[in-house]
């Protein structure tokens, strides 16, 4: 979602942290492991730094220079990898897989709708006059947690649970407010306090962070020539990243964009002159109407323009 946006506001703090990042000194730090492994032990790499203790001070310094570059650059890599990979574990595929695609996404539609008739009656029994017990509201807490993870209407599920989780958070703004979160957020965003901004940025770039582990998990295994024990170690960083981390991650990052336009979205009426909406009926409409005027424009002679603010 908005993938050219974040890429774009956040690029620059990526680029601070992504080069010498934890997750690349691991992969390396574990490969130069497997490596000294396959080579017969701690004596391999005694061997190795003895030889450079014996070579001029230019070319222990190119070494070192060209280790370190070699590090950062592989790190930068990576994380520019992250946006592509997250998109496709949101489940924006290529068109070849539109019918694994579509079939995985209708499957995880039926799942919900099954989940909704449950949760209505778990409704029914935490809510006056039921006198709810502690089974029936840890079930209908975790009903109503599963809910928030997807879109409410089964023609915008996509195939995978990190893909409905952003969907969700995408779709709750036009739901309640008739804001398009895609056309309305680029004109939000210079609007918002610069400690929202913050913490989105950190959301999002802890999201990237996660993504970006996952793949070096994957890329260990790369040094199962080495040693056996990189593909089991690699594979279960990058499934526990992928089915546990980056899914909270996600969570957190769309409750945040949800919670700006809770907060803020008032700032757009103000900002454009658009009367604001009188009750939350009446603002689904006028956030549809302002959302149409902002991508298309207008020659309608309503609504009336608000005076300026001094």
């Not at 730094?49 to 310094?61: A, E, F, I, N």
């Not at 802890?206 to 996952?214: E, K, M, N, P, R």
């Given at each position: 979602?908005?993938?050219?946006?974040w890429?774009?506001?956040?690029?620059?703090?990526?680029?601070?942290?992504?080069?010498?990042?934890?997750?690349?000194?691991?992969?390396?730090?574990?490969?130069?492991?497997?490596?000294?492994?396959?080579?017969?032990?701690?004596?391999?790499l005694?061997g190795?730094?003895?030889?450079?203790?014996?070579?001029?001070?230019?070319?222990?310094?190119?070494?070192?220079?060209t280790?370190?570059?070699?590090?950062?650059?592989?790190?930068?890599v990576?994380?520019?990898?992250?946006?592509?990979?997250?998109?496709?574990?949101?489940?924006?595929?290529?068109?070849?897989?539109?019918?694994?695609?579509?079939?995985?996404?209708?499957?995880l539609?039926?799942?919900?709708?099954?989940d909704?008739?449950?949760?209505?009656?778990?409704?029914?029994?935490?809510?006056?006059?039921?006198?709810?017990?502690?089974?029936?509201?840890?079930?209908?807490?975790?009903?109503?947690?599963r809910?928030?993870?997807?879109?409410?209407?089964?023609?915008?599920?996509?195939?995978?649970?990190?893909?409905?989780?952003?969907r969700?958070?995408?779709?709750?703004?036009?739901?309640?407010?008739g804001?398009?979160?895609?056309?309305?957020?680029?004109?939000l965003?210079?609007?918002?306090?610069?400690?929202?901004?913050?913490?989105?940025?950190?959301?999002?770039a802890?999201?990237?962070?996660?993504?970006?582990?996952?793949l070096?998990?994957?890329?260990?295994?790369?040094?199962?020539?080495?040693?056996?024990?990189?593909?089991?170690?690699?594979?279960?960083?990058?499934?526990?990243?992928?089915?546990?981390?980056?899914?909270?991650?996600?969570?957190?990052?769309?409750?945040?964009?949800?919670?700006?336009?809770?907060?803020?979205?008032?700032?757009?009426?103000?900002q454009?002159?658009w009367p604001?909406?009188t009750?939350?009926?009446d603002?689904?409409?006028?956030?549809?109407?302002?959302?149409?005027?902002?991508w298309?424009?207008?020659?309608?002679?309503?609504?009336?323009?608000?005076?300026?603010?001094?």
């Open positions: 979602m908005l993938t050219a946006f890429e774009a506001v956040g690029g620059k703090l990526a680029d601070r942290w992504a080069a010498v990042s934890i997750p690349t000194l691991i992969y390396w730090l574990g490969g130069l492991v497997a490596w000294t492994w396959h080579r017969g032990g701690l004596h391999t005694t190795q730094l003895g030889w450079l203790d014996r070579q001029t001070p230019t070319v222990q310094l190119t070494v070192i220079v280790v370190l570059l070699a590090v950062a650059a592989s790190g930068l990576v994380h520019r990898a992250a946006t592509p990979t997250l998109r496709l574990l949101e489940g924006y595929w290529p068109a070849w897989t539109n019918l694994a695609r579509r079939r995985l996404a209708g499957w539609a039926a799942r919900a709708a099954t909704t008739t449950v949760w209505q009656a778990a409704y029914t029994r935490v809510h006056p006059p039921a006198t709810p017990t502690v089974d029936d509201l840890a079930g209908y807490t975790r009903l109503e947690r809910r928030r993870r997807r879109p409410a209407a089964a023609g915008y599920f996509l195939p995978t649970p990190i893909g409905n989780i952003l969700a958070a995408e779709r709750r703004p036009v739901d309640k407010y804001l398009d979160t895609v056309i309305m957020w680029p004109r965003w210079p609007a918002l306090p610069e400690t929202t901004r913050a913490d989105l940025l950190a959301a999002r802890a999201l990237d962070s996660a993504v970006t582990s996952a070096w998990g994957l890329l260990f295994c790369g040094f199962t020539p080495w040693t056996w024990l990189a593909l089991p170690a690699g594979l279960a960083v990058a499934v526990a990243t992928v089915t546990l981390v980056v899914p909270a991650r996600a969570q957190v990052f769309g409750d945040l964009i949800e919670a700006a336009y809770d907060q803020h979205r008032t700032v757009l009426y103000t454009l002159r604001l909406p009750n939350p009926a603002e689904r409409e006028h956030g549809r109407r302002l959302t149409a005027y902002l298309r424009g207008s020659d309608e002679t309503t609504p009336t323009f608000t005076p300026p603010t001094t």
